[in-house]
């Protein structure tokens, strides 16, 4: 098998197109976090940190002196949000009322052995008490509507407005208020205008 990389070998899934479009997403791995709050804050950070250390740590075990069984090369999938209000009697602009799970996903050569194994590793070479809370999950989204935003993350309500006529349109209704992020972009690296991120809801035949 050669490397393993996202935007080509599940070009559907994180290089979207634009405009909306449905997909069906398959069941996936994943190391997942879930939290309270405002992204911009050091516990958000501090738990994407988490995800990350320990995402390169399950890479990076082909130089161990156990290679996981059924090890390929690949490359790390980029970070994902799914994101709720915790409060839904107040506005969407209160960040401090938002409730995410923060999540990447995970090769699958990854079992629960491997996973608490990576867990351990982790914890010694890049100690974060965030590593506690990291859980080894399976989901299946299903039929979707989806689209590239590309811009800042405050003009995120003008593309899903365009995703929402979309599923209208075409016979469909948005089948939760809770949506999925795919950052594409590092913010630390990227002007606002010009990040990339997909967006995606569950929907179901009217």
């Known amino acids: 098998m050669g490397k393993v990389d996202y935007k080509k070998d599940f070009k559907a899934l994180y290089v979207p197109k634009t405009v909306p479009g449905i997909i069906e997403v398959p069941m996936m791995s994943f190391a997942l976090i879930e939290g309270q709050g405002n992204p911009n804050g050091e516990a958000f950070q501090q738990a994407t940190a988490a995800l990350y250390s320990f995402s390169y ?10 290679i996981p069984e059924g090890y390929y090369e690949y490359t790390v999938f980029p970070l994902e949000g799914v994101w709720d209000l915790a409060d839904k009697s107040k506005p969407s602009t209160d960040k401090d009322n938002f409730s995410y799970a923060i999540m990447i996903r995970q090769p699958d050569f990854l079992t629960e052995a491997l996973f608490e194994r990576f867990i351990c590793e982790t914890q010694k070479k890049k100690p974060n008490p965030d590593l506690e809370r990291i859980r080894f999950v399976h989901a299946e989204e299903g039929t979707c509507c989806q689209m590239l935003h590309i811009g800042s993350y405050d003009d995120e309500p003008e593309s899903f407005r365009r995703m929402e006529a979309f599923c209208n349109e075409n016979g469909y209704n948005r089948a939760s208020m809770t ?8 913010p630390r690296k990227t002007e606002p205008a010009k990040l990339k991120t997909v967006l995606r809801f569950r929907i179901s035949k009217k």
Do not use: F, P
């Open 179 to 186: 949506h999925r992020e795919i950052y594409l972009s590092d």
């Open 57 to 66: 740590a399950v890479k990076m075990s082909y130089k161990s002196g156990a």
